[in-house]
C-alpha cells in the first residue's frame, strides 16, 4: 500500500524531472542559436513574407500608395484646382 505522501512525492519528483529535462533542452537549444538570432530570423521570415504579399498584390499596393500621395498633395492640388478656375472667369 502507497501511502498519500509517498505518492505525492514520487509525483513531485516525476514533475521536477520532466522540467529539469525541458531545462536543459531549453539551455541547449540557446546555446545553438541566441535569442536575438532568433528575433533577426523570424524578422526575415516577416519580411520575405511582406514581400510576397507585395508581389501578389502589386495593383492594391500602388492604389494605397497613389491615395497617400494624394492625400499629402490635397492642398496644393486644390489650390491648383481653384486658380485655374478663377483664370476662366
Do not use: C, H
Not at 3 to 32: G, S, T
Not at 39 to 66: F, H, L, Q
Amino acid at each position: 500500500m502507497v501511502l498519500p505522501l509517498e505518492q505525492a512525492k514520487a509525483e513531485r519528483n516525476a514533475a521536477y524531472a520532466a522540467f529539469q529535462n525541458q531545462l536543459a533542452q531549453v539551455q541547449e537549444d540557446l546555446a545553438m542559436r541566441s535569442i536575438g538570432g532568433r528575433i533577426a530570423d523570424r524578422a526575415g521570415e516577416a519580411m520575405a513574407e511582406a514581400a510576397e504579399v507585395a508581389n501578389e498584390n502589386k495593383g492594391v499596393i500602388a492604389g494605397t500608395i497613389g491615395a497617400i500621395v494624394l492625400w499629402f498633395l490635397r492642398g496644393p492640388i486644390i489650390n491648383l484646382v481653384a486658380s485655374l478656375w478663377s483664370d476662366e472667369d
